[in-house]
């Protein structure tokens, strides 16, 4: 008997070991993480952290916005800055809202347009209006934005380049926020995985998935921001008229176009994912790298500007 356990030993180590990395190789559920979507609830009042994620966002913009132009050779003053905090803010509402209408509904997608639809509890309503039932695209809240910055530049005669420069800079803190409200919610979830560090989230079967969320707020957030800063910062870029925005246009569309490979694309376009080998995330990127490219190579080919000198109508 003792001969048999001892020739047996092995044999039990090994099913032990393999006992061992069958379970350090379970998923991990989304669920035993204890996140909530609600961070205050008084009465009827929630603050979601979603929205919680967008304030911050703007408020550190404003903020930094506010420390930026105080360097010499800012393309604008304090009253600029205040107004396009109201204006940008407005921008990334409505036309994120308008963005997701025109991308992702209507169209190849099997959702109604959202121009077109109305539906309402107890009442007619526009479709596009009900924002409390989510969509929002990346893509149409920076039209918007570009759109504010058109208008306050084109009325205060200020550079618009050199104001996209600066504004461009404090973009990547609200994408790194917004990503992580992603991760938070549960929601955009990735593909299918076999990573270790692969989850199962709550709508998205039982299925272990890419935490996509978490590499988007790690390339188009953190990573971004922390090349901007520096560049601003540390070096004189900030002298070269479209230079920062250029180069934030580059690295946004590369990093979305690398992150779409592992995020699950969106439910109503998947037919086009599969016909075209791109998501619809992708194939808008397309047009921003060139953008960027255009921007960034303007931008080495001119004179520093500005240099020196502390003025509002650079």
């Known amino acids: 008997m003792l001969s048999l356990l001892a020739e047996s030993a092995p044999i039990l180590a090994l099913f032990g070991a393999a006992s061992a990395a069958v379970e350090a190789a379970k998923p991990i559920y989304w669920e ?3 996140f909530e979507p ?3 609830e008084i009465g009827w009042f929630q603050l979601r952290y979603y929205s919680l994620a967008y304030l911050l966002g703007v408020l550190f913009a404003y903020w930094h916005l506010s420390k930026m132009i105080k360097q010499p050779g800012a393309p604008l003053a304090q009253r600029h800055a205040d107004d396009l905090f109201f204006y940008c803010t407005l921008g990334v509402i409505l036309g994120g809202r ?3 209408a025109a991308f992702y509904t209507g169209g190849a997608s099997d959702i109604p347009s959202a121009f077109t639809t109305f539906s309402g509890d107890g009442f007619v309503t526009w479709q596009l209006l009900r924002v409390w039932d989510g969509g929002m695209s ?3 809240g920076l039209i918007g934005v ?3 910055i058109a208008f306050v530049t084109w009325r205060d005669k200020l550079s618009f380049l050199r104001v996209c420069d600066y504004i461009a800079v404090n973009v990547p803190m609200g994408m790194l926020l917004g990503r992580l409200a992603n991760f938070n919610n549960g929601e955009l979830w990735g593909r299918p995985t076999d990573v270790a560090w692969g989850m199962i989230f709550p709508t998205g079967g039982e299925v272990v998935r890419h935490p996509s969320q978490l590499y988007q707020a790690g390339l188009e957030g953190l990573a971004l921001l922390i090349i ?6 540390r070096t004189k870029a900030r002298y070269r008229a479209g230079l920062l925005v250029g180069i934030f246009t580059i690295g946004m569309g590369a990093a979305r176009f690398v992150n779409e490979f592992f995020r699950q694309p969106d439910e109503q376009l998947r037919a086009l994912a599969e016909q075209t080998g791109l998501s619809m995330g992708q194939w808008l990127t397309l047009p921003l790298i060139l953008v960027g490219l255009i921007v960034t190579l303007y931008a080495v080919t001119r004179k520093p ?3 020196g000198q502390q ?3 650079a």
């Open 311 to 313: 003025t509002a109508t």
């Open 305 to 307: 500007v500005g240099t």
């Open 228 to 233: 901007l800063m520096l560049l601003f910062w």
């Open 38 to 40: 609600v961070l205050l």
């Open 98 to 100: 308008l963005g997701y």
């Open 138 to 140: 990346f893509h149409g």
């Open 146 to 148: 570009l759109v504010a």
């Open 32 to 34: 035993d993480l204890g």
